[in-house]
């Protein structure tokens, strides 16, 4: 596939930083973000607002297909709308996982949703935050960063993160859960958790944001997709 609309695709574990670095990404191009991972969950937010069941695939597709969905990032993070909704508080539910989990197994979702992530490529530019951007759905992209960090370091901060939001949690449960995710996600045989062929990878283990940051828009730079001065 072709590409006419600049790309950066984000992909890696769960805890590397992701979101992180596609959210001051796409603010210092000022580009579009595609946070991939929350489209399931803003699929089963519309269907309920339709009073569409989750279990009828065909009406589904059809509301996946006309998904009218923006993430806009500021400086609290992102705000994700649906048409002039927003809907960030909505969907991050346990509800909503669920619905998100019920809707991800339907192949025709899944497909029609390809199609409309693809969609979101528009000028000028596009940052999509993701598991397997670089490798399924913009595999022409200019630039395809893999994140990582070890799965001690993302268990620690995810442990940091609960403490945080004053909620409880065990160190080694979470670093035995992140480590069944990365084994069932590198196993799966439908888009496994791998870097594309052609991925820069930054382990953010020993790294700052700030230095992620860096890391990334230097590549940027190194592949013409902005200037030094620029961002």
Known sequence: MSLAVPVICVDGPGGAGKGTLSQRLAQSLQWHLLDSGALYRILGFACRQLAISLSDEGRVVAVARELDVRFVTNEAGVSVFLGDKDVSLSIRTEEGGSDASQVAVLPAVREALLCRQQELAVFPGLVADGRDMGTVVFPSAPL????????????????????GQGQGGSLPRLLADIEERDRRDESRSVSPLVPAEDAAVIDSSELSPDDVLDAALKLAVDRGLMSETSG
């Open 144 to 163: 395809k960063i893999f994140l990582t960090a070890s799965a001690e370091v993302r268990a620690q901060r995810r442990f940091h993160q609960l403490q």
